[in-house]
Each structure stands twice: as structure tokens, then as C-alpha cells.
T-cell receptor, first 113, second 114 residues
Framework: AQSVTQPDIHITVSEGASLELRCNYS??????LFWYVQSPGQGLQLLLK??????LVQGIKGFEAEFKRSQSSFNLRKPSVHWSDAAEYFC???????????FGSGTKLNVKP | NAGVMQNPRHLVRRRGQEARLRCSPM?????VYWYRQLPEEGLKFMVY????????ESGMPKERFSAEFPKEGPSILRIQQVVRGDSAAYFC????????????FGPGTRLTVL
């Protein structure tokens, strides 16, 4: 069965510190992986996606993610967090035909000044 | 180019009433997806539609829920005889033809059932 696990419900980091948000997935075929960000009261915005090729993908706003097949992980990273990055982050896995996405339960990021 | 539009943004219904949620995809997009987000949870897929066709409704509850995407006009998610458990945020996403991997999300409709 397909599933996505984000083990950290809340994370607090200081502004300027590095960030890593964890994502593990269970999927029966080659996964298509995504990270989205949701600001309060808003819809989701795509940060980055992985389909194939280089396992380190770059996204918008200085984010990157690394696909590790052996660990079934797709962790999101940012070297230096800004206060505006405070939001909720969702990892998702897509079916090959993109009929549907499976989302994790989200990680809420708080940024301390 | 306007983004995905959803209305209303907030909807309050009493138990037993009907709720109609509308989604206007981005211009040129022919694929629409509906998701439900319960409090403190991630988004759960409900249904995937193309113009006049339901492609995948495996996430839709068997009763009271229906969706359509007519040839003209917005996509509609309809919930009949709402119950308190239907209270959630409902998000619509759209994608262009040939690029279903990139879904653009609307701001959501927050449904509250009293």
C-alpha cells in the first residue's frame, strides 16, 4: 500500500540555522516524489519534485531534497532558514499516471528570531 | 494568468443541508483534482476529473459525495446531507494537458458543519 510518513509533526529552528525535514515513503513502483509548502489559510505551493536522474534536486526558495532509494526517503533541506519559511511542509508521492497523490501528514516549521 | 480559484472560501452548513464547492482551474488546464484535509492531517485524494469525465474517484466516500467537471463552467464538489465529520478544508488542484505531474492548488474551501 502506498503511504508517506513525516515523523516530525513540529520543528523549531533559529533563523539562519540549517533545516532538514524528513519524509519516508512506501510505494510499490518507482515513486514520483514532491514537496509542497502551505502557508496558513493558503493552498499548497510546489517546492520541488523528483522523477528520475540526479537524486539531489533543487527547488524554489533555496530548498533541495535528496532521494535515497535504499532508505525510501526524500528529505527536504535548506542551508539557512529565513523567518518567511515558517509554514507547513508536505511530502507527497505520486502514481506513475499521476491520477492521485498521497500526502504525508505534514511538518509545521516554526522559525525563532 | 489567474491561479486556481475556489469559492466560497468559507462555508457554514447545518447538519442535513447540502454543500456545493466550486473550483475554476487555471486557464488551459483540463485536469482537476479534489482533496480533503482534516484538521492536523495531510491531504487525502478524493477524485480526479477531466472535462465531462470522472477518471478516478477511488477516494470519494460512497454516499452523499459527488463531483463533476462540465464542458463549460467550474468543477463542482457536492456533499449532500452534510454531517459534522464533513467539516474540513477541501482543496482543488488543476494541471495542464500533457503535464499531470504538476498540480497547482487553489486556496481551499473551509467547510464547517454545525
Amino acid at each position: 500500500a502506498q503511504s508517506v510518513t513525516q515523523p516530525d509533526i513540529h520543528i523549531t529552528v533559529s533563523e539562519g540555522a540549517s533545516l532538514e525535514l524528513r519524509c519516508n515513503y512506501s510505494y510499490g513502483a518507482t515513486p514520483y516524489l514532491f514537496w509542497y509548502v502551505q502557508s496558513p489559510g493558503q493552498g499548497l505551493q510546489l517546492l520541488l519534485k523528483y522523477f528520475s536522474g540526479d537524486t539531489l534536486v533543487q527547488g524554489i526558495k533555496g530548498f533541495e531534497a535528496e532521494f535515497k532509494r535504499s532508505q525510501s526517503s526524500f528529505n527536504l533541506r535548506k542551508p539557512s532558514v529565513h523567518w518567511s519559511d515558517a509554514a507547513e511542509y508536505f511530502c507527497a508521492v505520486g502514481a506513475r499516471n499521476f491520477n492521485k497523490f498521497y500526502f504525508g501528514s505534514g511538518t509545521k516549521l516554526n522559525v525563532k528570531p | 494568468n489567474a491561479g486556481v480559484m475556489q469559492n466560497p472560501r468559507h462555508l457554514v452548513r447545518r447538519r442535513g443541508q447540502e454543500a456545493r464547492l466550486r473550483c475554476s482551474p487555471m486557464k488551459g488546464h483540463s485536469h482537476v483534482y479534489w482533496y480533503r484535509q482534516l484538521p492536523e492531517e495531510g491531504l487525502k485524494f478524493m477524485v480526479y476529473l477531466q472535462k465531462e469525465n470522472i477518471i478516478d474517484e477511488s477516494g470519494m466516500p460512497k454516499e452523499r459525495f459527488s463531483a463533476e467537471f462540465p464542458k463549460e463552467g467550474p468543477s463542482i464538489l457536492r456533499i449532500q446531507q452534510v454531517v459534522r465529520g464533513d467539516s474540513a478544508a477541501y482543496f482543488c488542484a488543476s494541471s495542464p494537458p500533457g503535464a499531470p505531474d504538476t498540480q497547482y492548488f487553489g486556496p481551499g474551501t473551509r467547510l464547517t458543519v454545525l
